[in-house]
């Protein structure tokens, strides 16, 4: 089994060579939109970023990623050094920059910026943070439902790196990620301290039994807005949804497992360790919520 898929695999796009880049506020081309080597984010992953999806002009949740973006810079002590309407002034700025109107993918970064000198501390920082907004046409392409494998890496107690940080810092999840590639999948299921069913490495994780949605409890994951507006539609549209604590044995007996994330939005899942999940295709609770999100996308 090596014909690896992704979870933010998309359709190769021309257009992306040519694209500008929004880094400290000036628009540079790909080829010219280079940080320094002395740069914090570069040298030891220390900075936060969001990723967000353009649909029909629209960036979808903008509010609710702008507020975990400045969130986590307040938590790690990191001044962005710009406004919330600034920071949104210069995306749809570098949008409009790029002609771009849909089916459009951002990661917006921002570092501590560039040290001093080549150490850890965080007063070596001195410059101001470094900001960058990339932003690529971006399409999914799943060939077909995504396959997981269990890892022993787990996702880890606030006090050790906060699951809910989204910081640049993502070594325990590629590590993960190369663990389940070793095994033969595409992505891994990650576990939590205490050996209940978490999230994987890129994605926070759903599954279906007996028309029921279940996700893990929250706690050692993290905080995802798609994962937040999953659990808000099945309130709403009365479909039983619970947040709690769940083992592999439930697990690999669901009768549909998916993934959520803002660039797939809700992707099947169609084995998990070997064992095929439901029918091993995009199940009929996971296509509904699919319909639900498109529609509050849409709104």
Known sequence: MTDHVSTHQSTEDARNDDILIWVNGALK???????????????????????????????????????????AARAIDLDIGMTRDALVAALLETQAANGMTTDAHCRLMVTRGVKTRPFQHPKLSQQGPTVVILIE????????????????????????????????????????????????????????????????????????????????????????????KVIDLCRANDIPVFEKNFSLV???????????????????????????????????VTTRLRGLYKALVGA
């Open 250 to 284: 439930e697990t690999y007996s669901a009768d549909e497992a998916f993934l959520t994330g803002t660039f797939g939005a809700q992707t099947p899942v169609g084995s998990i360790d070997g064992r095929v999940i439901g029918t091993g295709d995009l199940g009929p």
């Open 137 to 228: 046409h971006s399409k999914p392409n799943l060939p077909r439902p995504i396959r997981l494998a269990t890892v022993p890496h787990l996702r880890g107690l606030p006090m050790t790196q906060d699951p809910k940080l989204n910081s640049h810092s993502k070594l325990n999840c590629i590590l993960a990620c190369i663990a389940a590639e070793k095994a033969g999948a595409d992505e891994a299921l990650m576990l939590d301290v205490h050996g209940f069913v978490n999230t994987t490495n890129a994605c926070n994780f759903f599954i279906v039994r007996k028309g029921q949605v279940w996700t893990s409890t929250g706690d050692y994951c993290m905080n995802g807005i798609t994962r937040q």
């Open 29 to 71: 081309p790909k080829a010219q939109a280079l940080v320094s080597v002395y740069d914090s984010g570069f040298m030891l992953g220390d900075g936060v970023w969001e990723g967000m999806r353009l649909y029909n002009n629209r960036w979808a949740f903008l509010d609710d990623h702008m507020d975990r973006l400045f969130e």
